[in-house]
């Protein structure tokens, strides 16, 4: 069973960065997709990024520019540099790995391994 764990949450002001990671207890190179994904209560959890078996990375329009994607599959870990932050970041971000996909990178329903999420707050 694949465990991810998140970390580098925080609060920060507007403009400021943040720098999340997601730990996996296996081998992250066999992974279709590899993305984040934030949460908002009484929201849909909307995805945020994700970047593909070979590295390519995809982004939600409202972060393209400020946020970056990245993979380790060395050190197994899944990381996301946010800068430029504002306060309609504010969320629970989650990682979340995709074993096999034939849809939509943003579409959770592609995930199968979750992390417990690390809150974000900008304001």
């Known amino acids: 069973h694949v465990q991810l764990v998140e970390s580098g949450g925080g609060s920060v002001q507007a403009g400021g960065s943040l720098r999340l990671s997601c730990v996996s207890s296996?081998?992250?190179?066999?992974?279709?997709?590899m993305g984040w994904f934030r949460q908002v209560p009484g929201k849909e959890r909307e995805g945020v990024a994700s970047?593909?078996?070979?590295?390519?990375?995809t982004y939600e329009d409202s972060v393209k520019g400020r946020f970056t994607i990245s993979k380790d599959n060395a050190k197994n870990t899944l990381s996301l540099q946010m800068t430029a932050l504002k306060p309609e970041d504010t969320a629970w971000y989650y990682c979340?790995?995709?074993?096999?996909?034939?849809?939509?990178?943003?579409?959770?329903?592609?995930?199968?391994?979750w992390g417990q999420g690390t809150q974000v707050t900008v304001s």
């Open positions: 979340a790995f995709a074993v096999v996909a034939g849809g939509l990178w943003y579409d959770s329903y592609e995930y199968h391994y």
């Open positions: 296996e081998y992250t190179g066999n992974y279709h997709w």
């Open positions: 970047i593909s078996q070979d590295g390519t990375p």
